[in-house]
């Protein structure tokens, strides 16, 4: 079990740091742009598409950094009422359902990256499979976190203490930079 912690704990890393990466890389694309554009009157081509690539890799491997520090959007008065053990069963139910739903969707994604394998963008002349492939990895990703969160809620169901060492988005971020 320690090993697998381990793993996800470097899968975290990563995926974080890509995520930094992308951001930065997005943001000096974007500002290169209106310098292009602005100062020097002559745009760059290629810029607003990059910048719409690595913002499709942001979102889809986002998903993983959404679920882990819980910024996505949820209504969480009636939850908060509950006590740890019945909290743990609704997170353990809610888990469980968004692992199916991902699992539906693996399918569908790698027969549409499959399909935009032959396809190659306008300006930059990227492989459009190249493009969409975080739809493949960023639920990847998410499903092996989820995982990790349904062992926590069975533990906690059977009596245990799980780890609830994880830091806020916010602190994420700070540890990141």
Excluded at 13 to 20: P, S
Aim: hydrophobic share 50%; with cysteine.
């Amino acid at each position: 079990m320690n090993t697998i912690r381990k793993v996800l704990v470097r899968l975290d890393k990563f995926t974080d740091y890509f995520l930094m990466t992308c951001l930065g890389v997005m943001g000096s694309v974007l500002f290169l742009q209106v310098i292009f554009r602005y100062v020097l009157k002559s745009p760059l081509v290629w810029s607003e598409e990059a910048a719409r690539y690595l913002h499709v890799w942001i979102a889809l491997f986002g998903i993983r950094f959404g679920l882990k520090y819980n910024a996505h959007l949820n209504v969480s008065f009636f939850f908060n009422k509950f006590n740890k053990k019945t909290q743990s069963f609704i997170k353990l139910i809610t888990d469980t359902f968004i692992i199916i739903c991902i699992v539906l969707y693996l399918p569908g994604a790698v027969i549409f990256i499959k399909d935009q394998m032959n396809i190659v963008s306008s300006a930059m002349g990227v492989n459009m499979g190249m493009v969409y492939l975080p739809a493949f990895l960023g639920f990847l990703t998410a499903i092996f976190h989820l995982l990790g969160e349904c062992v926590k809620s069975i533990i906690i169901l059977k009596g245990g203490n799980a780890e609830e060492d994880e830091p806020s988005a916010g602190e994420a971020v700070k540890e990141v930079i």
